[in-house]
């Protein structure tokens, strides 16, 4: 899949995730996000992971967990629109969503990681060609299954940006 999503596509904030994936194929983008996510992960010690930068910010195992469980959630959305389901879905709070992670180990979110990308990339892989463009209401906002698949490629591309420049520099 090379096509990009319209900005008639989604709407809101959306774009500003959208607008971080370069060009080319999507799942080749999130498979090579897959390889640079394991390598990172792989460097890291369990004290890095347990690291803030702020007092009141999230652990980087925080912001990892939070990579995962936000792609679980537009996949989810991005399954949903793609198979024609047209039952608006809620949003979420990302807070909510934080609490095992900072007692998980980099192994844990390492693990955690991989399934859902896999089970990400699988769906995609799938996916006929007419699903790409069929959209759905998340969180009060109508939005496409391309989009989504984007918009995974650039919440992580966002958050490694922040671990790059706030946890790792």
Do not use: C
Request: charged share 20%; hydrophobic share 40%; glycine share 8%.
């Amino acid at each position: 899949m090379n096509q990009r999503p319209s900005e008639e596509e989604y709407a809101g904030d959306f774009g500003e995730y959208i607008r971080l994936v370069p060009e080319g194929n999507i799942i080749d983008i999130l498979l090579a996000q897959q390889k640079q996510m394991t390598e990172l992960l792989a460097s890291l010690t369990e004290s890095q992971g347990a690291y803030r930068y702020a007092e009141g910010k999230w652990m980087l195992k925080e912001v990892v967990g939070h990579i995962a469980d936000g792609e679980r959630v537009m996949t989810y959305r991005l399954l949903r629109f793609a198979r024609g389901d047209q039952t608006p879905l809620p949003g979420f709070d990302q807070e909510l969503f934080l609490y095992p992670f900072g007692s998980w180990t980099i192994a844990q979110l390492a693990e955690d990681y991989l399934a859902v990308r896999q089970s990400t990339i699988t769906l995609l892989r799938g996916l006929p060609a007419e699903a790409w463009s069929r959209k759905g209401t998340a969180n009060d906002i109508s939005i496409s299954a391309r989009a989504l698949a984007y918009g995974i490629a650039g919440h992580e591309l966002y958050h490694l940006g922040v671990i790059r420049n706030r946890y790792l520099s």
